[in-house]
Structure formats: C-alpha cells, structure tokens
C-alpha cells in the first residue's frame, strides 16, 4: 500500500512533541523511579501531581504524574509555532468534526484539548512558562541522565487511518513497515522536528500507548541506567534490550515504571529534516527491523501498553504475525 505523500505546508504548524500526563496508582513509588532513577528534574509537585522536565529543556514539564486508581494516559502533548497555530489548529478540527475544546492546564497558555480519530486525546498549546537552563548544571545529572524527550509510540487498530491524520497535520514518515501477507502498513515513525520520529504508530488493539521515549547523550547513559537498576531493586522493571534498533539505528533500552508504563531511553538517531527525504520501508518479517543484531522483542513488548482515560479499544483491522521472541 502507498504511503501518504507528506504534507509540506499544514493546515498549522506543530514544532513537536512536548509532554504526556499519566496517571499512577503510587505517586511516592512514582517518583522514586522518574525522578531519582531515570533522572528527570521535579520542577513542581502537589500532593497529587509531580511535574518533571529533562536537562535541556526550557519548558516547565515534559510528564506530569497524577495519582490515580487507574494508570492510564491522560493527554499527549505537542507545541505549536504560535498563537495562531491554535486557532488555525482549531480551525481544521472543527473543519473535520473532530472533538476539541479549550482546556485549562497549569503551566501552559491556551490549550486545545482534541481527540484524535483513533481515540487518542491530544493536546495543542504555544505558551509554557520557561525555566532557567540547568543543561550544564551537572550536579543534577542522575539514573540515566535523560536530556529531552523524545517520541510516543502508540497501538492503532487502524494503523493507515493514524498515519493518514498524522500525515494531514504535517507528521512526515522516516520509515515505514508493511506486512508482506497482505501489503497493509503495519507501522510508521513520523516526525515534526526533524529527527526519526515525533510519533510511531503501530498496527495492534488499540488506541493504546506502547511507550513514551527520552534521549541521552550516548549509549553509555543506557548501561549506566542498568547498572543503577539492577542494583536498587528495578531488575525486573527491565523488559527489552539494550541494543541497536534497525529502524531509526538507535540504540535503546525498555523500561516499565511501577506501574507498567513502557519507557524507553534512546540515542542516535539520524537527521531527516530535508523536505524531500525519502522514507525507508521495511518487511515485517524481517526481525533485523526490530533489533540489527538480531534479537527479536519478547511477546510482552508486542502485547502490552497503556489504555486512555475514558477511552475503549478495539482489536486491531487485520492479522498479522511479526517475529517474537519464544
Ligand atoms: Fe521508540
């Protein structure tokens, strides 16, 4: 099947991913882990809410923690160019009937809460109170030392209606899988900023959220991060690597948090941002996709992810049997 010709000049212009808000059921146990092991800076917390940021980044929170009984995901976040992006943002999904409104959220300027056609519920907003840089303030570096973040990866039942959506508001495709059965896409990693992907979206029941990732300088931050784990009682909280991805050539590591939520620590990917970059397709059965040196992902990475708050999934619109790991 054809992938989407991108959309060079968008109905508004998103500069990037910016933040998630997840909900977890133990907000002490929570913390423990974002910000004492993975290494995110608490930039504000109340009794029910912590907010973090990662060591290059400006704005006040890149994940927001919110106790809750159910640990789902709340919102993703994405920053726009201006003001009028809003608006014109506002504009299209009115245009499409899609549901949005304004929404209050602490730190943020004007918000257009949306939800995606999948089910996913997104968020727009320009404005963000600024903090002052802490990039070279090293005595705060720790766990794995996460710089920004980086990308959502997300389960859609309907992966070429996602990629369509996503390819309509400007997300261009870097790579792509197909099945060979039946030529369907299977999965396809688009971006805003210029990197691999702002966003992948993969064939499985959803919607769901499979990860949420955050870069680091080098591969060394993901050993560290092992050793660290390994050591204080997160052995098992490590589910897929490390190693070197054959989409987007990272090098990565799969982590769960207290609650289940999948992160992944990743570095080197490549630069995309020429407006005629040429996407790369892989085979899904080709497991060298998943992992260059071969390895492939265990079941649970194919399998689990996080639900939306107030949000029911559907199996996904086809079959399909991508190699996993016995
Ligand atoms: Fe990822």
Redesign the pocket.
């Known amino acids: 099947m054809a992938i989407p010709a991108p959309v060079l000049h968008p109905p508004f212009h998103i500069v990037r991913l910016n933040h998630i808000a997840l909900m977890v059921t133990d907000l002490a146990a929570a913390r423990a882990f974002w910000a004492d092991t993975l290494g995110l800076q608490v930039t504000h917390e109340t009794v029910d809410r912590i907010y973090l940021r990662a060591m290059e980044e400006r704005g006040h929170h890149c994940v927001i923690l919110e106790r809750s009984n159910q640990p789902v995901a709340r919102v993703l976040g994405f920053k726009v160019y201006s003001e009028e992006d809003l608006d014109k943002a506002k504009n299209f999904f009115d245009a499409r009937g899609l549901s949005n409104r304004w929404v209050e959220e602490p730190f943020q300027g004007r918000t257009l809460r949306v939800v995606d056609p999948l089910g996913v519920p997104l968020e727009f907003y320009f404005a963000m109170d600024r903090l002052p840089a802490i990039h070279q303030k090293y005595g705060l570096y720790r766990g794995g030392k996460p710089l920004r973040i980086?990308?959502f990866?997300c389960f859609s039942p309907d992966a070429q209606a996602s990629v369509d959506f996503y390819n309509a508001i400007g997300f261009r495709i870097t790579e792509y899988t197909e099945s060979e059965d039946n030529g369907q896409l299977w999965a396809a990693w688009m971006h805003r900023r210029g990197g691999v992907?702002d966003v992948?979206l993969t064939h499985g029941s959803g919607p769901r959220l499979h990860?949420v990732?955050f870069w680091v300088a080098n591969p060394l931050n993901v050993i560290d991060l092992l050793d660290l784990m390994a050591t204080t009682g997160y052995v098992s909280n490590s589910e897929r690597g490390p190693g070197r991805h054959g989409i987007?050539n990272?090098f990565?590591l799969y982590v769960r948090d207290p609650d289940g939520h999948r992160i992944?620590i990743?570095c080197s990917d490549y630069l995309t941002i020429d407006p005629d970059h040429e996407p790369l397709k892989w085979n899904l059965r080709d497991p060298q996709r998943q992992t260059l040196w071969g390895a492939p992902a265990p079941r649970s990475w194919f399998e689990e992810g996080t639900l939306y708050a107030n949000t029911p999934i559907r199996p996904p619109n086809y079959q399909a049997s991508p190699i996993i790991a016995a």
């Open positions: 980086d990308h990866n992907h992948a990860h990732a987007s990272a990565f992944e990743y």
